[in-house]
């Protein structure tokens, strides 16, 4: 059995995960403009972004991709 400490902890990050995700594809994978619009400095969005295992990388080719 899990707490419900340990369950409140990886609900928050999976929505924190969902939420960075759809932040860069809205910029195209921009971390400076993604930042600014998170509210956030870039180099505290860069260390979510290790922490989660996304790269800003994956989010331009996939605006290429569309044609964005």
Do not use: P, W
Request: overall charge positive.
């Amino acid at each position: 059995d899990i707490s419900l400490s340990e369950v409140r902890q990886a609900a928050s990050d999976t929505a924190e995960k969902a939420y960075l995700e759809d932040v860069l594809c809205r910029y195209a994978g921009n971390v400076t403009a993604s930042a600014n619009s998170m509210d956030v400095n870039r180099s505290h969005l860069q260390t979510l972004l290790k922490k989660h295992g996304i790269s800003s990388k994956s989010f331009k080719s996939q605006a290429t991709k569309s044609g964005a």
